[in-house]
């Protein structure tokens, strides 16, 4: 009787010690997974923000800042700023041109070889756009009187100055967004239109 007795309580005892094990190794894995859940979602919650905190860097970069393109000749370098098209048909470029050298720079030779134009003297004249791919170019446009609708230097660019600008010609059709910008000894830019505003 003794030896049932001992033998149903250790069997007692051992389901006991199976049943609280098994219990304790459920808690243990249950706590293990909220665990990992939870490192889990900081370690994915921190990658997203350093993405984020990225994207929003990437979109708050002014494009307006910087310039289209950039060039320059011997002393004297230029920047475009901007290309816009506009509802009257035509598409403005605007700009600036720094004179980098020890004399001044008059900009006769941006004023263009057409015989019309020679009388704008120093000026945007001469400026034109390409469109390489429609195989045209695009002449500074002007009035009735020859006299160019960009700038005109008058008198001259001291050294060390820089003074903005701005040429106006007929608009390419609006399938038409990338043009090479050329003006005097300049290397041409390419430059992309905008739409304005």
Do not use: H
């Not at 199976?18 to 293990?32: D, E, N, R």
């Not at 900009?107 to 045209?136: F, H």
């Amino acid at each position: 009787m003794k030896l049932r007795r001992t033998m149903k309580t250790r069997r007692a005892m051992t389901a006991v010690a199976i049943t609280t094990g098994l219990v304790l190794t459920v808690a243990g894995c249950g706590g293990g997974d909220d665990g990992d859940k939870k490192s889990d979602k900081g370690k994915s919650s921190a990658p997203s923000a350093d993405n984020g905190e990225k994207g929003e860097g990437d979109s708050q970069e002014p494009a307006a800042d910087q310039p289209l393109a950039e060039m320059k000749d011997g002393k004297v370098s230029a920047v475009i700023e901007s290309a816009r098209r506009d509802e009257g048909g035509f598409v403005t470029v605007t700009g600036k041109v720094t004179n980098t050298s020890d004399t001044i720079w008059t900009g006769l030779a941006w004023r263009g070889d057409e015989r019309e134009l020679k009388d704008n003297g120093g000026s945007m004249a001469g400026a034109s756009l390409v469109d390489s791919k429609g195989k045209k170019k695009y002449l500074v446009l002007r009035d009735t009187s020859g006299r160019c609708l960009c700038t005109t230097f008058e008198g001259a660019v001291s050294r060390g100055q820089t003074v903005e600008w701005f040429a106006q010609f007929p608009a390419p059709p609006a399938s038409t967004n990338k043009v090479n910008f050329q003006v005097g000894t300049m290397p041409p830019a390419p430059i992309e239109i905008s739409d304005g505003e």
